[in-house]
């Protein structure tokens, strides 16, 4: 399997997933860090994670898959939401509580 296979059947077959670096207990970046803390707030105690670290494939793949550049990712639904600062400006204004719920 490819590693975009990999990711599309990652995306798909998760409510919330999120690719990181490292994991959520013990995040390896200050934005994967703070995507996971936005997440808790929202109330999302199992989000499934990928740390990017540990398969470069993926971690180039995933850049490709959502033609972003950064991580991290993360993705509602099967749907690419953004990096960890538009998830900290939809945590702002309510937007991501909504479509967490």
């Given at each position: 399997m490819s590693a975009?296979?990999?990711?599309?059947?990652?995306v798909t077959s998760h409510k919330v997933v999120l690719y990181m670096k490292g994991t959520p207990q013990f995040p390896q970046c200050g934005f994967s860090?703070?995507?996971?803390?936005i997440l808790k707030s929202c109330g999302?105690?199992?989000?499934?994670?990928?740390?990017?670290?540990?398969d470069?494939?993926?971690?180039?793949?995933?850049?490709e898959y959502a033609n972003w550049p950064t991580i991290p990712q993360l993705y509602v639904n099967?749907?690419?939401v953004g990096g960890s600062d538009i998830m900290?400006?939809?945590?702002?204004?309510?937007?991501l509580q909504k479509l967490l719920a």
């Amino acid at each position: 399997m490819s590693a975009q296979d990999t990711i599309r059947e990652q995306v798909t077959s998760h409510k919330v997933v999120l690719y990181m670096k490292g994991t959520p207990q013990f995040p390896q970046c200050g934005f994967s860090a703070n995507a996971t803390q936005i997440l808790k707030s929202c109330g999302v105690t199992d989000p499934f994670t990928v740390n990017v670290l540990a398969d470069p494939e993926i971690r180039q793949g995933i850049k490709e898959y959502a033609n972003w550049p950064t991580i991290p990712q993360l993705y509602v639904n099967g749907e690419f939401v953004g990096g960890s600062d538009i998830m900290q400006e939809m945590f702002k204004n309510g937007e991501l509580q909504k479509l967490l719920a």
